[in-house]
T-cell receptor, first 113, second 113 residues
């Protein structure tokens, strides 16, 4: 079945630094990928829709200058959390659609100290 | 935009009993309703989905029903097993597929031995 690979699975960084998270579709091409944030015991909140070759579409309230998204190829989207702060600590999950189904990466646990 | 309400937030059932999770949606144009299972610390995985032209769909112990008039859909798990313990998310979209999914807040299903 379709596989979405996300790296790293865990990252700890210091406040003020930037962190890049990669999302790859391993066996299919994805013109669109999605980035979610999930707080403990809460639902998946869509942050942005990543479009190959064009600008990402951000949800209301998500700072596009803080959460930089690049979708340079049909199999790779990256999310960069810039100038990270402790409140950015969360679980970030990417996903890609194949036909009607949405396939998720394993997620990245970001801890900002 | 779409709003998806999910109940209950926590559901505890005895092993072997049935579990029912209910969701309502607000946008009458929604036409695709998937259900995801997320085990602790892992990625959400699609377990079943239904389109608006179908009232019920079944896959072994799992079934989903859809009432378009009332704008609600439900997940039914029969003969529950310990491995069914997880958080379940419903979702709805108007695009007929993975694009633009709005998730419910999730239901923590606990199977009591």
């Amino acid at each position: 079945g379709a596989v979405v690979s996300q790296h790293p699975s865990r990252v700890i960084c210091k406040s003020g630094t930037s962190v890049k998270i990669e999302c790859r579709s391993l066996d299919f091409q994805a013109t669109t990928m999605f980035w979610y944030r999930q707080f403990p015991k809460q639902s998946l909140m869509l942050m942005a829709t990543s479009n190959e070759g064009s600008k990402a579409t951000y949800e209301q309230g998500v700072e596009k200058d803080k959460f930089l998204i690049n979708h340079a190829s049909l199999t790779l989207s990256t999310l960069t959390v810039t100038s990270a702060h402790p409140e950015d600590s969360s679980f970030y999950i990417c996903s890609a659609g194949l036909e009607v189904a949405l396939h998720f990466g394993n997620g990245t646990r970001l801890t900002v100290t | 935009g779409e709003n998806v309400e999910q109940h209950p937030s926590t559901l505890s059932v005895q092993e072997g009993d049935s579990a029912v999770i209910k969701c309502t949606y607000s946008d009458s144009a929604s036409n695709y309703f998937p259900w995801y299972k997320q085990e602790l610390g892992k990625r959400p995985q699609l377990i079943i989905d239904i389109r608006s032209n179908v009232g019920e769909k079944k896959d072994q112990r799992i079934a989903v029903t859809l009432n378009k008039t009332a704008k609600h859909f439900s997940l039914h798990i029969t003969e529950t097993q310990p491995e069914d313990s997880a958080v379940y998310f419903c979702a709805a979209s108007t695009g007929g597929g993975a694009d633009g999914l709005t998730f419910g807040k999730g239901t923590h299903l606990i199977i009591q031995p």
